[in-house]
T-cell receptor, first 113, second 113 residues
Framework: NAGVTQTPKFRVLKTGQSMTLLCAQD?????MYWYRQDPGMGLRLIHY???????AKGEVPDGYNVSRLKKQNFLLGLESAAPSQTSVYFC????????????FGPGTRLTVL | DQQVKQNSPSLSVQEGRISILNCDYT??????FLWYKKYPAEGPTFLIS?????DKNEDGRFTVFLNKSAKHLSLHIVPSQPGDSAVYFC????????????FGKGTKLTVNP
């Protein structure tokens, strides 16, 4: 099993450009999450999904959109990137109940110039 | 308003000694608490968890203590090893309210040989 994978690993964008981050998991997990990690800020939840076709807002959803068309994939979109979105993005998935162990991907380092 | 607080950004201990990482929370309704460990350039990995109905959970060298009256939990690592050097995140979840983990900002542990 590959676990949780994230594509791409690194990306540099110019302000106003758009991009999509892909998260894939092969563990048949129901719940999936997108976080961002900034220095001194810990992990902050952007959006999450409790099942295929469902999404919900987290703590810092502004400027991001998500889609969960397939159970194994969770996409995070930036429609018009801003320098404030420079961060490391982590995807995670959970089997069954939300209090179970979250499995994290290796992260995507995004820089917006 | 920060619901989960890790007030020590860093901690340094000698190999073989005990490491104690602390976490405070404000919401007395949290049901579960989890600790995650993160190495540089990797995603966080689950370490140990505790239900709010317990006051202690042990897994090998790692023990988590929960003091509900003080809204405080701590992670003890005994004995500490250089490989334990990482950032440790405390997280909490409110099962009845949402499916979201709330993370603290993390404590960077350095174990010196």
């Amino acid at each position: 099993n590959a676990g949780v994978t994230q594509t791409p690993k690194f990306r540099v964008l110019k302000t106003g450009q758009s991009m999509t981050l892909l998260c894939a998991q092969d563990m048949n997990h129901e719940y999936m999450y997108w976080y961002r990690q900034d220095p001194g800020m810990g992990l902050r939840l952007i959006h999450y999904s409790v099942g295929e076709g469902t999404t919900a807002k987290g703590e810092v959803p502004d400027g991001y959109n998500v889609s969960r068309l397939k159970k194994q994939n969770f996409l995070l979109g930036l429609e018009s990137a801003a320098p404030s979105q420079t961060s490391v993005y982590f995807c995670a998935s959970v089997r069954g109940a939300s209090y179970n162990e979250q499995f994290f991907g290796p992260g995507t380092r995004l820089t917006v110039l | 308003d920060q619901q989960v607080k890790q007030n020590s950004p860093s901690l340094s201990v000698q190999e073989g000694r005990i490491s104690i990482l602390n976490c405070d929370y404000t919401n007395s309704m949290f049901d579960y608490f989890l600790w995650y460990k993160k190495y540089p350039a990797e995603g966080p990995t689950f370490l140990i968890s505790i239900s709010s109905i317990k006051d202690k959970n042990e897994d090998g060298r790692f023990t988590v203590f929960l003091n509900k009256s003080a809204k405080h939990l701590s992670l003890h690592i005994v004995p500490s090893q250089p490989g334990d050097s990482a950032v440790y995140f405390c997280a909490a979840i409110l099962l009845s309210g949402s499916e979201k983990l709330v993370f603290g900002k993390g404590t960077k542990l350095t174990v010196n040989p």
